[in-house]
């Protein structure tokens, strides 16, 4: 009787053993070990242009281009030095911002780098808040940074999850000096694996055989950092590293 | 009285096996391990609740509406994709429909309320942060991409 | 471009869409009629199932909840409203249901290995210890708390033996039946309303998902109100409630007890052992995929067969859940649930009540029309008890009241399913005992009724937090499972400083912060 509680045991045990032996080999074989050194360097499209009209019961954004996803990120900050965005259809290279809009998120910044943010959900009702509308005149007022930016960072991380040397910081997401936050690519640690501009559904990677302004994106060569952002400047019409 | 139970045992039955067909046909058979939390909700950018995307594939039905409460489109483009959707106009709910009735011009931008799972799925940007807040880990992303290609399950 | 064409087309037939109008407000009217129908019937069916007038021998619950949502059906193909079956597969909640099967499933595979067993000899001997009957009686009636499943039946179920076995132990020693009553009914209310702080899918995940609140906040003001609400079902049930249990349930002594393998032993220790690992490792697994793992491994230990772990398996509470599930769809469908807002909303503008007032009723309509399962209430009511929320916190300007006023929702939600008459947890213990069905029903409605505010009043001041140990949290726990272990020395009908509950009600207050 003794020996047959005994041999039960002992069978569950090595049972359970063998699920875990079989769970770690499983996980070893799948996990990549190589670096793909054959392929292409991610070409980042150089941050979207436009030019900001106010007006009583309007603001009018004109683009230079219709971008990729026909969707644009307009920020701006606000007295907490937060970023507050709103993602708004562009229609002929044109986005229109009323009283009725509101903000669809926060993003928390400390110095040139995102610490956190939230999603400003007007599903229920009960978030809302001041409109975006206001926010981005008081931002105008108090000569706080804003613009628009194609880039989802951080609610979409996309390019950072699949990158395979992430923890080397090869795909930074700084602040930039007019208070967009756009992908910086650290080529000589890129290993070319491809992942990131497959995963950017919003055009911001791209294929180097798709990008039109190739070579005019943004790169770190040399150890170089990103610029420091600062605050009461106006917007630059041109910005590339 | 004995069969009226015995008919009401086998609706209960038959709604279960059902719905485990539903979401075998749609080829989400894991939709049903959601938990259900709505944790997924507030972490869209724009707003659509992911949870109605697994809801759709649980009923294997890609027309089911869907919460998307900060879609914002032209009220033109918005009646050529679906003349009964959902829409916030002036604080007030109103279709698509009643919007054009109101004489509400066409190229005037409104805000979706409710849409149908597979035109929500258009607008994803595929961020994929439904994913990470989902304590069982459910790849909601892979029944958007499915949803993106031609609005149905599984083709 | 073509798209403008084709709305403009459809704009130039004017006259046409001025009628679409007119017919749309039509068929508002016709929508509001059948809601209010449909509201009717559903509470004409709650009641005619508490009094009685509908006997559960000639229609059990289940048929009376099919055959209202086909009434509801079949007024929305009358009153031509539209829906369409994947509506009802939709608006269900399949994650209780599978989680009670494979509960079942694992509870009956522990129970035929002889786990169960060997815990109500290790509850035995632990009651002849230091912790004493006292203390092991809290421990035993908070287990359900500490390790919260997504549905509290699981728990209900499994421990009921080890309760009663214990209950009648005590019975003998002190000669007085009425302690049988208080363990099983404590231990019944804390399992029902352990879902709702359940990190594994509970309801009150529901809350923090919709209000958009963190992750696990709700967890713990719920656990603490859970204690509170268990020390008040049993102090009631001991001194204002008498529950007559005849002396006939009580089984006959035996000398000698059967000894029991080490298989059950091992069985009960990998039980939970394994258990205790979910809840602090909390793997990305679903909670039914574990529990059907560990019962195969229960059933290699033990010895098990597939015919006693079926035996395991109570149909009753899953056919309750999935027919209140379809009765919950046709009320959303014919929007029987909206206009119950919109009721509540008209009370609140027209009555002395208030926003304020009706909340409060709001908060507490799970447990006047408890349903089988909690979550099919908090799953339609929820957002109006968001709209509620808000409106009481432009009013008070107390900004807390909304997390306030959504865990006190859940948590009465959460309860429901104990004090039910419609296949409630409560008649499990009921059925044991050889109770009249629906008897224990205010008992348990009165603790649920004195434990939410302690919910509410711990977001209130405390706040929510996502950290698992926070000291002023500990603090409260430990004092409420202090109080927990006079309390229940007191109904158990000792000296109230009596040690072992002592000891035993702070060891749960630390294992639910801790778990």
Not at chain 2, 89 to 98: F, L, N
Not at chain 3, 415 to 420: D, F, H, K, T
């Amino acid at each position: 009787m003794e020996n047959s509680t005994t041999r039960t045991a002992g069978s569950a045990f090595l049972f359970i053993l063998i699920v875990m032996i079989t769970t770690v080999v499983a996980y070893v074989v799948q996990a990549e070990r190589k670096m793909h050194t054959e392929g292409l360097y991610p070409e980042v499209k150089p941050l979207v242009q436009g030019t900001f009209t106010f007006s009583h019961d309007k603001i009018e954004i004109h683009m230079m281009e219709d971008p990729v996803w026909k969707r644009i990120v307009v920020y701006a900050y606000d007295e907490g030095v937060s970023q507050v965005g709103i993602v708004k259809p562009v229609y002929d290279r044109t986005v229109i911002i009323t009283p009725d809009d509101y903000p669809d998120f926060r993003v928390k910044t400390n110095g040139n780098k995102v610490v956190g943010f939230d999603v400003i959900n007007n599903s229920n009702g009960a978030l809302q808040g001041k409109s975006f509308f206001g926010i981005l005149n008081d931002a105008k007022e108090g000569s706080r940074c804003f613009g628009i930016q194609e880039c989802l960072y951080p609610l979409c991380t996309r390019c950072m999850d699949v990158c395979p040397v992430i923890q080397h910081g090869v795909i930074e997401m700084p602040i930039l000096k007019n208070g967009a936050i756009h992908p910086l690519v650290h080529l000589p640690g890129c290993p070319r694996c491809g992942k990131c501009f497959e995963v950017c559904k919003v055009g911001v990677l791209l294929n180097p055989s798709k990008a039109l302004d190739k070579g005019k994106g943004t790169f770190l060569h040399d150890d170089q950092k990103a610029m420091e952002p600062s605050k009461g400047e106006e917007i630059p019409l041109n910005h590339y590293y | 009285m004995r069969k009226i139970n015995l008919f009401c045992y086998l609706v209960i039955a038959v709604f279960l096996a059902g719905s485990v067909a539903a979401s075998l046909t749609s080829g989400y058979p894991w939709s049903i391990a959601c938990y259900n939390c709505i944790l997924c909700k507030h972490t869209c950018p724009i707003g659509i609740d992911p949870y109605g995307f697994v809801k759709a594939a649980i009923s294997n039905e890609p027309d089911l509406y869907i919460e998307a409460s900060s879609i914002r489109l032209r009220l033109g483009e918005a009646a050529e994709l679906d003349p009964r959707l959902s829409l916030k106009v002036d604080e007030s709910e109103m279709t698509v429909q009643t919007a054009l009735a109101k004489g509400i011009s066409p190229d005037s931008e409104v805000t979706v309320l409710r849409m149908r799972a597979k035109d929500a799925a258009k607008f994803c940007p595929l961020c994929g942060n439904c994913e990470k807040p989902c304590p069982v880990a459910l790849p909601i992303m892979k029944i958007i991409e499915d949803l993106k290609d031609d609005g149905k399950f599984n083709d | 471009m073509l798209g403008q064409v084709k709305t403009r087309r459809l704009c130039e037939g004017h006259q046409s869409w001025r009628s679409v109008y007119r017919s749309k407000s039509r068929v508002l009217e016709i929508r509001k009629v059948l809601a209010a129908i449909a509201l009717a019937l559903f509470f004409l069916i709650l009641v005619a199932s508490i009094r009685g007038w509908i006997s559960q021998s000639l229609l059990p619950l289940q048929s009376i909840l099919i055959l209202g949502a086909m009434i509801l059906f079949l007024l929305a193909l009358v009153f031509k409203q539209p829906f369409y079956p994947a509506q009802l597969l939709a608006s269900t909640t399949f994650h209780p249901i599978t989680a009670t099967i494979a509960g079942f499933l694992l509870a009956g595979a522990v129970e035929a290995g002889g786990g169960f067993a060997a815990a109500g000899r290790i509850l035995s001997k632990m009651g002849k210890g230091f912790l004493g009957i006292s203390g092991t009686a809290v421990i035993l009636v908070n287990i359900p708390t500490i390790f919260a499943m997504p549905c509290g039946r699981v728990w209900a179920a499994t421990l009921m033996p080890a309760a009663l076995m214990f209950g009648f132990e005590l019975a003998r020693a002190h000669d007085d039946l009425k302690v049988v009553p208080v363990i099983v009914f404590g231990l019944i209310i804390n399992a029902a309303a352990s879902c709702g702080p359940s990190p594994l899918g509970g309801i009150g995940t529901m809350g923090e998902g919709t209000g958009g609140f963190p992750l696990q906040s709700f967890s713990n003001p719920q656990q603490m109100a859970i204690m509170v609400m268990t020390l008040v079902a049993m102090a009631v049930i001991s001194s204002v409630f008498r529950v007559p249990v005849k002396k006939s349930v009580l089984p006959p002594l035996r000398d000698n007890l059967p000894i029991l393998p080490k298989t059950a032993y091992l069985t009960f220790a990998f039980y939970v052992v394994a258990l205790s690992m979910v809840f602090l490792i909390r793997p990305p697994i679903p909670i039914q995929t574990i529990l059907l793992a560990m019962t195969a491994v229960v059933m290699m230990i033990g010895k098990v067969s597939l015919r006693e772990l079926m035996a395991g398996v109570i149909l009753h509470p899953i056919t309750a859940m999935t027919a209140g599930f379809i009765m919950g769809g046709a009320l959303l469908v014919t929007g029987g649930f909206d206009a119950l807002i919109a009721l509540l909303s008209w009370v609140a503008v027209h009555s002395p009540l208030g926003f304020i007032g009706v909340s409060v009723l709001l908060i507490y309509v799970p447990i006047i029309f408890p349903m089988p399962c909690g979550r099919i209430i908090s799953a339609a009511l929820l957002p109006g008890v968001i709209l509620f929320g808000v409106e009481v916190v432009q009013v008070t300007g107390h900004p807390q009241v909304l997390p306030a006023m959504l865990i006190g929702f859940i948590l009465s939600a959460a309860a429901s399913c104990g004090p039910s008459p419609l296949g409630g947890i409560g008649g499990i213990g009921e059925g044991n005992l050889g109770l009249r069905h629906g008897l224990t029903g205010i008992p348990l409605q009165l603790s649920i009724m004195a434990g939410v505010p302690v919910a509410a009043l711990i977001v209130s001041y405390l706040g929510l937090s996502q950290e698992i140990l926070r000291m002023n949290e500990l603090l409260l726990c430990l004092g409420l499972g202090l109080i927990s272990g006079l309390s229940v020395n007191m109904t158990l009908g000792f000296k109230f400083y009596r040690p072992g509950g002592i000891l035993g009600g702070l060891v749960v207050g630390f294992l639910i912060i801790f778990l």
